[in-house]
């Protein structure tokens, strides 16, 4: 590019004396350049427009004009855009005409006589001149562009004058005028604060050996008041032992990191409550525990799950679980200003990921389920007031859709090293603790211990030997009578499941239907339950018994969706048995379930002409205008109360009261749990209309009961106190 090929070039002479024009010209085209003459101004600038030159030649002498200083104004003003150089001929030798030409933007100035071969050789050297600055020119625009189709900008400066240089595009990034002569100073003033400490440090460190290379993060202020992130990468380069450059780009990855930030949000964080995942947490655990191996810390992981979780899900539905969840989630972050957990390590995961973004300290695992890492404890009394701060965040009850829900939560720890060296293993071991605290009653917490392992595992065989048993059959229902106070006739009998386990004998109902309930087989469970009872009524019917009404107990889940109207009637159906003679029983827990649903079951199986009793009265946290609000024919005192109602004054006026209450209501009340002459004796006092208990009998065997009804064997017991009894009655 930087020969100058003189085929391909064109000068305009412009000179009024046509001798010498002709003689330049002739001179010109001999050295091959291409040439056009003009013989005056007006002809020159015409010339010009036409044929676009590479050069221009232009004598002051000139017809049209006087002097010819306008015509070089013009022609300078023309050919700067392209570059075209103007080479001024003069007959004056003088130095103000000189400098006057000069300031014009003329290239050269040539005094007559001339020397052609001078001449030609000054115009080879003006275009060769002048191709270089257009490449120059045209290199600086392709960078130019470049640069902001990169979104990148570049400096260099310079320590021997201590001036900064900076493109256009730096410019635009950091929101200067683009052709502002930006100075160091400018730029930090841009930076916020801290970030300026920042490179500062970072540059003098750099510096300090004039050499190396720097790569950094930081934001700029903008105008917008959104700052940006840019990548700032710089390189020293030496030129001698003292002097130096420093060549920098900067890049706009604002874009870049949200998009990168939003990956990060899906891949890592739960879309429900924005809080970070199971891969979040194992990744930041499988960080924490290589950290936690190097010094020889501790770590420990609490595993927290909501207990009958599906529970409220099924019933208020997934909307409003997610809502609880949320609800949840909150109330857990309380927890979190314990200083006792770090936040969740994201660079673990990113290394780049800007640290004021990492404050989640809790997890979400699934479902309702929660973790969180604590690596700052001395002794395990840490742990444990810091797990019962979590459970206590859930205490008060939650209010959704109108509904007071209780909910409790069951923990579970595990520690680094000594329940496990991986995260894998430590995730499953406090998953386990979590189960066994769950199995000891809920609302709790548990550390792992081997122990559990082997418990959980038995769980799990109890879990598949109940399915079995309901599958095939293998359960009992026995039958505990409910008697009248009034008549001393037997009012119903309430159907108890018992299940004798191959092996571990016995099992309790108060243990193996929460387990049901859990792993979804309480349906199951309930429909054979309701066929058994109908089954039995039948037959007693058959056997010539007077007629028994059996109360059937409900699980809350069975009010979630299954046909449980539907069942009863096929049950009773089946067996062509009257309604009358099967009744259901519902704890006060059904309440806190969807309350429309709840009704529309209540009122079906009302309507089938089956009773329903309200059981356990008086331990939920449910509120007597439930009593109007749904349709129960009975109401259970809770055994707890009768069981205290001689020794405490306060339970004594609890069941007086309920007693009061059920009568206003016209609401049949059972006493349930009588052990005792005296705690007959005081219901009879309080006209209670029915009780149950072992004091008239446990759950017995169908035939034990067909037993026992036929002998009437509860007669002589009701017979003292009902002589004793108030015989006002
Ligand atoms: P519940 O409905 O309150 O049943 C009464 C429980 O009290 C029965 O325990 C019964 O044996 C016991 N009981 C009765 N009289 C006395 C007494 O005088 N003293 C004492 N200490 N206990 C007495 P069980 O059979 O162990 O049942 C426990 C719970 O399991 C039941 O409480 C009920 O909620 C549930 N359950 C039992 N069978 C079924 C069933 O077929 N389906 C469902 N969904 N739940 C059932
Ligand atoms: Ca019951
Ligand atoms: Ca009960």
Redesign the pocket.
């Known amino acids: 590019m930087n020969s100058v090929n003189s085929h391909s070039h064109t000068i305009l002479v412009v000179d009024g004396n046509e001798e010498s024009r002709i003689a330049i010209s002739d001179s010109l085209s001999a050295a091959g350049f291409n040439t056009v003459e003009a013989r005056n101004a007006k002809l020159a600038l015409v010339y010009y427009k036409q044929v676009h030159p590479d050069l221009v030649l232009m004598d002051l002498d000139l017809p049209d004009v006087a002097g010819g200083l306008e015509l070089c104004a013009e022609l300078t003003t023309l050919a700067a855009p392209a570059n075209v150089p103007v080479i001024v001929l003069s007959h004056h030798n003088e130095m103000t005409l000189a400098a006057t030409v000069f300031d014009a933007g003329a290239a050269d100035f040539v005094i007559h006589p001339l020397n052609h071969l001078v001449l030609v050789q000054r115009c080879r050297y003006q275009i060769r001149a002048s191709m270089t600055l257009i490449s120059l020119k045209r290199r600086e625009r392709i960078l130019e562009h470049a640069e902001r189709i990169a979104n990148m900008g570049s400096w260099e400066w310079d320590s021997k004058t201590g001036e900064l240089m900076v493109s256009r595009e730096f410019n635009r990034i950091l929101g200067f005028a683009e052709d502002r002569k930006t100075s160091v100073r400018d730029v930090l003033e841009k930076l916020p604060e801290s970030e300026r400490l920042k490179i500062i440090r970072n540059f003098q460190q750099a510096d300090s050996k004039h050499q190396g290379r720097i790569t950094l993060h930081h934001r700029v202020s903008s105008d917008t008041g959104l700052g940006r992130t840019l990548r700032h990468e710089a390189r020293f380069v030496l030129h001698n032992e003292k002097d130096y450059s420093v060549y920098g780009t900067i890049h706009d990855i604002t874009e870049e990191i949200a998009h990168k930030d939003q990956i990060l949000q899906l891949a890592y964080y739960d879309t429900l409550t924005q809080l970070p995942n199971r891969t979040f947490f194992k990744t930041h655990l499988d960080h924490a525990i290589k950290q936690a191996r190097q010094k020889g810390h501790l770590l420990a992981v609490i595993l927290l799950d909501l207990d009958l979780f599906t529970r409220i899900n099924n019933s208020l539905g997934h909307e409003a679980g997610d809502e609880l969840l949320k609800k949840v989630s909150n109330r857990l972050l309380r927890t979190f200003d314990d200083a006792r957990c770090t936040a969740l390590n994201m660079h673990a995961i990113d290394p780049q990921a800007p640290l004021e973004n990492m404050t989640d300290k809790i997890a979400r695992l699934e479902g309702d389920q929660f973790a969180v890492l604590i690596n700052r404890f001395k002794r395990l009394d840490d742990i444990i007031l810091f797990v019962q701060k979590m459970l206590k965040q859930l205490v008060t009850p939650f209010t959704l859709q109108g509904n007071n829900i209780v909910l409790t939560a069951s923990a579970g720890i595990a520690l680094y090293p000594v329940n496990g060296l991986g995260s894998e293993m430590i995730l499953r071991n406090a998953d386990a603790a979590m189960h066994f605290a769950k199995s000891q009653g809920r609302n709790n917490f548990h550390f792992y211990s081997s122990d559990i392992d082997f418990k959980s595992k038995e769980r799990l065989s109890v879990e598949n030997d109940l399915r079995h048993a309901i599958r095939h059959n293998e359960?009992e229902?026995?039958y505990?009578p409910k008697l009248h106070l009034k008549n001393g006739g037997i009012q119903s009998v309430?159907?108890?499941?018992?299940w004798n386990h191959p092996v571990r004998g016995l099992v309790?109902?108060?243990q193996f239907?929460p387990m049901?309930?859990e792993i979804g087989l309480?349906n199951e469970?309930?429909e054979w339950?309701i066929n058994k009872a109908c089954l039995q009524a039948k037959q007693w019917n058959e056997s010539g018994l007077q007629p028994i009404r059996i109360a059937?107990?409900?699980?809350p889940i069975?009010f979630r969706g299954s046909p449980l109207v539907q069942m009863i009637r096929n049950g009773l159906l089946a067996c062509r048995l009257a309604p009358s003679q099967l009744e259901v029983?519902v704890?006060e827990t059904v309440l806190l379930e969807d309350t429309n649903r709840v009704l529309r079951t209540l009122d079906g199986i009302r309507n089938l002409g089956v009773k329903v009793a309200l059981?356990?009265f008086g331990t939920g946290y449910s509120s007597l205008s439930y009593l109007t609000r749904f349709p129960f024919n009975t109401l259970?005192i809770?055994?707890s109360f009768?069981?205290q109602c001689i020794r405490k004054g306060q339970a004594a006026a609890i069941i007086h009261t309920i007693i009061q209450l059920c009568k206003n209501l016209n609401l049949e009340v059972v006493a349930?749990?009588?052990?005792t002459h005296e705690e007959l004796k005081f219901l009879l006092d309080h006209r209670c209309d029915v009780v149950?208990?072992?004091?008239?009998s446990?759950?017995l065997s169908a035939e034990d009961l067909a037993q026992y009804v036929r002998q009437q064997s509860w007669v002589t017991l009701l017979a003292d106190p009902v002589t004793t009894a108030n015989p006002s009655r």
């Open positions: 359960l229902l026995h505990q309430e159907a108890l499941v018992r309790s109902p108060s239907v049901a309930e309480i469970l309930g339950l059937i107990n409900l699980s069975q029983e704890t059981d356990d259970k809770d055994r009768v069981s349930e749990g009588v052990e149950q208990g072992h004091y008239f446990p759950a």
